[in-house]
């Protein structure tokens, strides 16, 4: 029987990448893979049904292409009625069925299953390897060198370090152009009459159709809707989607990427992330593809630079920030927000058209870019106090590419401040102006971000100075917000009384 006396392979969800640490020195002669689809994963929180899509569907197609190339593959689907549901018990019945000698994973990315998985050894009495994942371009202990010492951790410092390592966008020690960041000619709103691209989106074959039909009928109860289901599930399509980036849309990402538009969910934005965070693509070779199109003429410096700033800077800095704070990061509340998620979130159903036209695009595509998260939702429940942990569930559960090492320090350092200035030196607060400067969303809404105050005045604006205001004692002596909070100390006081009665009186309506 293949497995006994060789190894017992894991591969997770999101591991799917044939150069994974766990599978480098794999032995086809005797060692066996296991994969496993867990129905605890898929509901720990109410994951968006095309997030559950994906996932499985790029699993199941990974096996596939793992089985094709001789590797002996031990694969249990989800309505397997001998799944018991969890990976620990998984494991077990693995082990009893193949009779290894070691059983090897490589780290998860969510120290809630590396908690479990430092169990196995004892539970399970065979050695536990639990390999580094080399998938990235920065290791946990090479960023806590990085970061030892230092009171602010800013992405900014380190993806300066990231660029001198990697040498992208580098001419010998300096960056090419003569600086390190262009985001400020980054910050453009989308002409009007922008011809947008036309989007690659990939047909479901027969096993991802088998997939959207099993999800369908089993995830009833979850946000999302499965209809536009498009995104690639293999190595190959994700290539393509990669190319299809670099060719149409990279060109003209830099001006734009802050920018929204109504109806429009992709605009030029990359569509990469959940494959890469699933490991269809490698940030490096991603990184890499960008950097040639510059060099090649294709796209203009300010589009490269700052689509890899968001590979090579953030989603590296996210990730070490997290093994490095984990687990007393997640509890943080520095902010004091208690008020919980409002149902809008789920549902897109509220007045604000900003706050329907990004939850409307969360729930058909399970996808919203960083502006749309960041400064509509993420600053919505910023200003509106919400829980921490409920948005950041929130979050976890309606994006495709959403894992936890990288949404938990992005909503809750970089939206919703409530690690207190560990990742950002400001709270991401900004009101209606920047919604209407960024967007088309506002001509369509029931509010008005010129009007400041009345039945008319977009909530953003008065929601601003509350939140300023309410946060007096712990933001007051914060120096990026002294000229708000000197403009709030102008301010007469029957103003600012009706600031707070306004923004009372609708927070209790949510």
Request: aromatic fraction near 10%.
């Amino acid at each position: 029987m293949s497995g006994a006396g060789g190894s017992l392979r894991l591969i997770l969800g999101d591991q799917l990448s044939a150069g994974i640490s766990s599978l480098v020195d794999l032995d086809r002669a005797r060692d066996v893979v296991l994969m496993v689809e867990v129905a605890s994963e898929t509901t720990y929180v109410p994951h968006h049904k095309q997030k559950i899509a994906f996932i499985l569907s790029a699993m199941r197609h990974f096996a596939s292409e793992l089985s094709a190339q001789g590797v002996t593959v031990d694969y249990v689907k989800l309505d397997d009625p001998e799944n018991t549901g969890s990976f620990s018990d998984e494991v077990a019945r693995a082990i009893k069925r193949h009779r290894p000698s070691r059983l090897m994973v490589t780290e998860p990315g969510e120290y809630r299953v590396r908690q479990f998985m430092q169990d196995w050894q004892d539970a399970f009495g065979l050695p536990v390897d639990i390999r580094d994942d080399t998938r990235f371009l920065s290791s946990p202990a090479e960023f806590a060198r990085w970061a030892e010492g230092k009171k602010q951790l800013r992405m900014e410092f380190f993806y300066r370090e990231m660029r001198r390592k990697t040498g992208l966008l580098m001419t010998g020690s300096d960056p090419i152009g003569g600086q390190w960041n262009f985001d400020s000619e980054n910050r453009k709103s989308l002409p009007k009459g922008s011809q947008l691209p036309s989007r690659l989106r990939f047909e479901p074959d027969a096993i991802t159709q088998d997939v959207l039909r099993m999800v369908g009928e089993r995830f009833t109860r979850h946000p999302g809707e499965l209809e536009a289901f498009g995104w690639p599930v293999t190595r190959a399509d994700a290539l393509n989607a990669l190319d299809h980036f670099i060719d149409i849309a990279l060109p003209s990402f830099g001006d734009v990427q802050d920018a929204m538009k109504q109806g429009e969910s992709f605009l030029y934005h990359a569509l990469l992330s959940p494959m890469l965070n699933v490991g269809l693509l490698l940030p490096e070779e991603v990184c890499r593809k960008a950097e040639f199109a510059y060099h090649s003429g294709h796209a203009p410096l300010n589009a490269v630079e700052g689509f890899i700033r968001q590979i090579l800077g953030w989603r590296e800095y996210v990730r070490g920030l997290y093994w490095l704070k984990m687990p007393d990061y997640a509890t943080g509340n520095a902010l004091n927000a208690h008020r919980p998620l409002p149902a809008f979130y789920w549902t897109g159903d509220t007045p604000m058209n900003c706050l329907r036209q990004c939850v409307g695009d969360t729930m058909r595509n399970a996808y919203a870019h960083h502006i749309q998260r960041l400064m509509v939702l993420g600053n919505f429940a910023l200003l509106a106090g919400i829980n921490p942990a409920e948005v950041e569930e929130w979050f976890l559960a309606v994006y495709a590419d959403a894992f936890e090492w990288v949404e938990l320090p992005n909503v809750h350092g970089m939206a919703l401040f409530a690690d207190g200035g560990v990742m950002a030196s400001k709270p991401y607060a900004a009101s209606g102006a920047y919604i209407d400067r960024m967007s088309d969303y506002c001509g369509s809404c029931a509010y008005s971000p010129k009007e400041k105050l009345g039945a008319k005045a977009c909530p953003f604006n008065y929601l601003y100075w509350d939140f300023l205001a309410r946060n007096r004692p712990t933001l007051g002596g914060n120096q990026r917000l002294a000229m708000p909070y000197r403009t709030l100390a102008a301010m007469p006081f029957e103003k600012r009384d009706q600031i707070a009665i306004e923004s009372q009186r609708f927070l209790d309506g949510l």
